[in-house]
């Protein structure tokens, strides 16, 4: 499959993990927001009929910046031993019928992007106003945010080492 490419191969030390060593990884969530559903990228982005209130949620994911607790942004069953995360950056944009969420954090829980995710798409309906993202965090309870949504939508974009 031709589908992922080999750019760069750099020698590493004895005793380097490509999972903990990582200092940052840059997710994308992408969503179709057409009128009809797609067809083209029906495999690799979710299907919200209607529009988006994008600058809501761009105002909304500016609250998940910086170090906090993510346990409202975790699955209920998560076994880590932390769900301190940081956030460096979370931005929402679109072009054309494709609007795009991207987190980039130094770690992320299990399902954490999807359930931003879905917390920035009811921001985006009006759901929420952007302020409540604040709330959620600071509630550290699951039920608070918004669904996981459907992990066809999810990209793992770019990892960074030292």
Same mark, same amino acid.
Not at 10 to 39: M, N, W
């Given at each position: 499959?031709? &589908?992922?490419?080999?750019?760069? #191969?750099?020698?590493?030390?004895?005793?380097?993990?490509?999972?903990?060593? $990582?200092?940052?990884?840059?997710?994308?969530? /992408?969503?179709?927001?057409?009128?009809? $559903?797609?067809? !083209?990228?029906?495999?690799?982005?979710?299907? @919200? +009929?209607?529009?988006?209130? @994008?600058? $809501?949620?761009? &105002?909304?994911?500016?609250?998940?910046?910086?170090? /906090?607790?993510?346990?409202? !942004?975790?699955? #209920?069953?998560? =076994?880590?031993?932390?769900?301190?995360?940081?956030?460096?950056?979370?931005?929402?944009?679109?072009?054309?019928?494709?609007?795009?969420?991207?987190?980039?954090?130094?770690?992320?829980?299990?399902?954490?992007?999807?359930?931003?995710?879905?917390?920035?798409?009811?921001?985006?309906?009006?759901?929420? +106003?952007?302020? /409540? @993202?604040? =709330?959620?965090?600071?509630?550290?309870?699951?039920?608070?945010?918004?669904?996981? @949504?459907? $992990?066809?939508?999810?990209?793992?974009?770019?990892?960074?080492?030292?």
């Amino acid at each position: 499959n031709d &589908a992922i490419t080999v750019r760069e #191969v750099e020698p590493k030390q004895k005793g380097f993990s490509a999972r903990f060593d $990582a200092q940052a990884r840059e997710y994308h969530y /992408h969503l179709c927001v057409d009128s009809t $559903a797609p067809i !083209f990228m029906k495999d690799f982005s979710w299907f @919200v +009929p209607g529009g988006l209130d @994008v600058s $809501a949620m761009e &105002a909304g994911a500016q609250y998940l910046l910086g170090e /906090h607790d993510f346990k409202s !942004f975790c699955a #209920v069953n998560a =076994q880590v031993k932390t769900t301190v995360r940081t956030i460096y950056a979370c931005s929402v944009t679109k072009a054309d019928d494709i609007i795009t969420i991207r987190v980039t954090g130094n770690g992320f829980l299990y399902n954490m992007v999807r359930i931003i995710s879905g917390t920035l798409i009811k921001v985006g309906l009006g759901v929420y +106003p952007p302020e /409540h @993202v604040k =709330q959620i965090l600071e509630a550290c309870d699951r039920s608070q945010a918004g669904e996981t @949504v459907p $992990a066809k939508g999810l990209f793992l974009k770019k990892i960074e080492y030292l």
